[in-house]
């Protein structure tokens, strides 16, 4: 059985970098996609970032090229079974519960959408701070 375990997070200071780690377990992800969903207070679930676990090729939302791709990095560790999401320059609309989640690999142009994955962590609530 999968399961995702997130760490991280918690209060952090406008300006700071924070990384989360989305510990996985239960499967052999080599043919997985992992990525990183944010919901905000009052928000929908948010697509941050995604990652294919073979060969590290990553996604980003559309309305972020250029600009959060840079401050926001994803990455995997395959010796760890674990996944990173580091937000550098931390800002007030990064505040939210994050969720790391997990499917078998699909077309990339599925990885934004939060009903392509089937497996879930619990989620870590990030407060950005002044």
């Known amino acids: 059985q999968v399961r995702l375990v ?34 905000a207070p009052g928000k ?5 970032a995604a990652i294919r676990w073979s060969g590290g090729l990553t996604y980003w939302p559309d309305h972020s090229q250029g600009s959060d791709q840079g401050r926001i990095i994803i990455s995997r560790d395959t010796a760890k079974n674990t996944v990173y999401l580091q937000i550098n320059d931390v800002r007030p609309d ?34 950005v701070s002044l």
Do not use: H
């Not at 992800?29 to 919901?39: E, I, L, P, Q």
């Not at 929908?44 to 941050?48: A, L, Q, S």
């Not at 990064?94 to 959408?113: E, F, K, L, N, S």
């Open 44 to 48: 929908e679930r948010e697509f941050v």
């Open 6 to 39: 997130e760490s991280g997070g918690g209060l952090v200071k406008i300006g700071e970098s924070m990384t989360l780690s989305c510990a996985a377990s239960g499967a052999t992800f080599s043919t997985y996609v992992m990525a990183w969903f944010r919901r």
């Open 94 to 127: 990064d505040a939210g519960v994050y969720y790391c989640a997990a499917t078998v690999a699909i077309a990339r142009m599925a990885w934004p959408r939060p009903q392509t994955y089937d497996y879930w962590g619990q989620g870590n609530q990030v407060t």
